[in-house]
């Protein structure tokens, strides 16, 4: 789910709905376990807290991302306030899932991340926005690691 949702943000989403119905083992309109409504509830407050950045306006700065053996990646960057904000997200569903039908299992791959941010300065601390830890970016550029579908946001005072 938080990969879906951040799929859509990061492709220009200004809005999220959840279709939580169920048919098995039997029709119920709303079915997610409690684990489930724990991580919506946190999912929904970091997007309407975030959501000044991720509505304002594109980034002006040159940025790429490439995930290791090129796997399928995605992202969105986005200038508010003073600071960069890279909305990242691995996307890859692995070997086989482009085939794959409604019940199949796929094999997600995670990998590392390689940004190229033109103008970044070396020593340039990027908070990763609510995991506790910063990175250390490299002239112009920066890396992360990537779980299987997971998603990173970074923060970056610019001017500093």
């Known amino acids: 789910t938080r990969n879906e949702v951040w799929q859509a943000i990061i492709n220009g989403a200004t809005a999220i709905g959840y279709f ?16 489930m409504k724990a991580e919506l509830k946190r999912l ?13 306006a594109p980034a002006q700065q040159n940025i790429s991302m490439k995930l ?3 796997f399928d990646c995605q992202f969105k960057a986005t200038n508010y306030n003073g600071e960069l ?12 899932a482009e085939d794959a039908k409604q019940f199949d299992p796929i094999f997600p791959r995670g990998g590392k991340a ?14 990763v926005v609510d ?5 250390t970016a490299e002239k112009d550029s920066f890396s992360d690691d990537f779980n299987p ?12």
């Open 85 to 96: 904000f890279i909305f990242a997200l691995n996307s890859d569903l692995g070997e086989g």
């Open 114 to 127: 390689v940004f190229i941010v033109k103008g970044l300065k070396k020593g340039t601390v990027i908070e």
């Open 44 to 56: 929904n407050r970091q997007v309407a807290r975030l959501s000044p950045a991720i509505l304002a």
């Open 20 to 35: 939580t119905h169920a048919w098995k083992p039997s029709f119920t309109e709303f079915a997610p376990t409690e684990e």
């Open 68 to 70: 290791g053996n090129g």
């Open 131 to 135: 995991e506790k830890r910063t990175i």
């Open 149 to 160: 579908l997971a998603e990173h946001i970074y923060r970056v005072k610019l001017n500093k």
